[in-house]
Nanobody
Framework: VQLQASGGGLVQPGGSLRLSCTTSGFIFSLNLMGWYRQAPGEQRELVAE???????NYADSVKGRFTISRDNFKSTLYLQMNSLKPEDTAVYYC????????WGQGTQVTVSS
C-alpha cells in the first residue's frame, strides 16, 4: 500500500489550494479515504472523509470551504481548499481506513500574508 500526497504550499489568506493523494496497492474504490491535518503542537485531526458509497463528511471548521472528492479510475483522492485561513496551516495527510490504517507522507500547507 502506498499513499503519496502532494499539492501543498504557501498561499495568502483567502486563497485556494488543491491537494492530491495518489494511491496504489489496494482497491481504492472500495475503501474509506480521508484527509487529516496536524498543526504544530496540536493533535492530528480529521478534515474530511469520503466513503466508497459516495458519502462525505467534513470537520465543522472546513464546511463550506473545503471539498473532498475521489477519482476511482485514477485511484486518487483530492481536497479542494478555498477561502483558506491562517488557522488552516498544518501538514495535511491522506489516510486509508483499511486494516491498521495507512498514512501518506504529508504535505505542508501554510496560509500567511
Amino acid at each position: 500500500v502506498q499513499l503519496q500526497a502532494s499539492g501543498g504550499g504557501l498561499v495568502q489568506p483567502g486563497g485556494s489550494l488543491r491537494l492530491s493523494c495518489t494511491t496504489s496497492g489496494f482497491i481504492f474504490s472500495l475503501n474509506l479515504m480521508g484527509w487529516y491535518r496536524q498543526a504544530p503542537g496540536e493533535q492530528r485531526e480529521l478534515v474530511a472523509e469520503s466513503s466508497s458509497d459516495g458519502a462525505v463528511n467534513y470537520a465543522d471548521s472546513v464546511k463550506g470551504r473545503f471539498t473532498i472528492s475521489r477519482d476511482n479510475f485514477k485511484s486518487t483522492l483530492y481536497l479542494q481548499m478555498n477561502s483558506l485561513k491562517p488557522e488552516d496551516t498544518a501538514v495535511y495527510y491522506c489516510h486509508l481506513n483499511l486494516r491498521q490504517g495507512y498514512w501518506g507522507q504529508g504535505t505542508q500547507v501554510t496560509v500567511s500574508s
